[in-house]
């Protein structure tokens, strides 16, 4: 079964707006990752963030960790239409699999 | 660095019908995933090697797939009698082993996409 689960499972927005998604998980981790997906094409890899970290940034991702609330939320400032896909949090079993959650399709309108 | 590649892109196969999957990874990654994805579903763990080790294999890996990577380097993924429920995308990933505990970010090849008739 899949532990991460992405909040909400679908968002549009209008360029230059930020968008934020969500992702609960139900384990321990030890770090969690965010991946995006264009359409028919593989995953890329955003960002990691660690079990011992609160907040991380690069360039216009900006991404929290709870561990206490077992949560994530990533936040992609001034979107541009370039910016739809899916987007994937993933969480690692100490050093095993990766686990993806659903993700969420975000939409970014011109 | 080239970036994962898998082949072919696309396979069309008729029920019953064996097919195979290749997955070349980055040079320098020890670590190799196979993931399974339906449409509008994240990806589903398969099955991971580090070097020719196969490491994990997921407990919903019927008997009738079977990864090998024999000398380390590519992979390949077999389905025997392919059923009509095996319709994905079949993702290839590879990594550098982990550092401090914590484990490399995924590089993703663009996918098999299997149909299954």
């Known amino acids: 079964s899949q532990q991460g689960e992405e909040d909400p499972q679908a968002l549009s927005i209008q360029e230059g707006e930020n968008a934020t998604m969500n992702c609960s998980y139900k384990?321990?981790?030890?770090?969690l990752q965010w991946y995006r997906q264009n359409s028919g094409r593989g995953l890329v890899h955003l960002i990691l963030?660690?079990?011992?970290?609160r907040e991380k940034h690069s360039g216009r991702l900006r991404v929290t960790l709870d561990t206490s609330k077992k949560s994530s939320s990533l936040l992609i400032t001034a979107s541009r239409a370039a910016d739809t896909a899916s987007y994937f949090c993933?969480?690692?079993?100490?050093?095993?699999?990766?686990?993806f959650g659903p993700g969420t399709r975000l939409s970014v309108l011109p | 660095d080239t970036g994962v590649s898998q082949n072919p892109r696309h396979k069309i196969t008729k029920r019953g019908q064996n097919v195979t999957f290749r997955c070349d990874p980055i040079?320098?990654?020890?670590?190799l995933y196979w993931y399974r994805q339906t449409l509008g579903q994240g990806p589903e763990f398969l099955t991971y090697?580090?070097?020719?080790?196969?490491?994990?294999k997921s407990r919903l890996l019927s008997d009738r797939f079977s990864a090998e990577r024999p000398k380390g380097s590519f992979s390949t993924l077999e389905i025997q009698r392919t059923e009509q429920g095996d319709s994905a995308m079949y993702l290839c990933?590879?990594?550098?082993?982990?550092?401090?505990?914590?484990?490399?970010?995924?590089?993703f090849g663009n996918g098999t996409r299997l149909t299954v008739t």
């Open positions: 993933a969480t690692d079993n100490y050093g095993q699999n990766f686990v």
């Open positions: 384990t321990s981790i030890n770090n």
């Open positions: 963030i660690r079990s011992n970290e």
């Open positions: 990933a590879s990594s550098l082993p982990p550092t401090d505990y914590y484990n490399s970010p995924l590089h």
């Open positions: 040079s320098e990654h020890n670590r």
């Open positions: 090697f580090q070097n020719e080790a196969q490491l994990e």
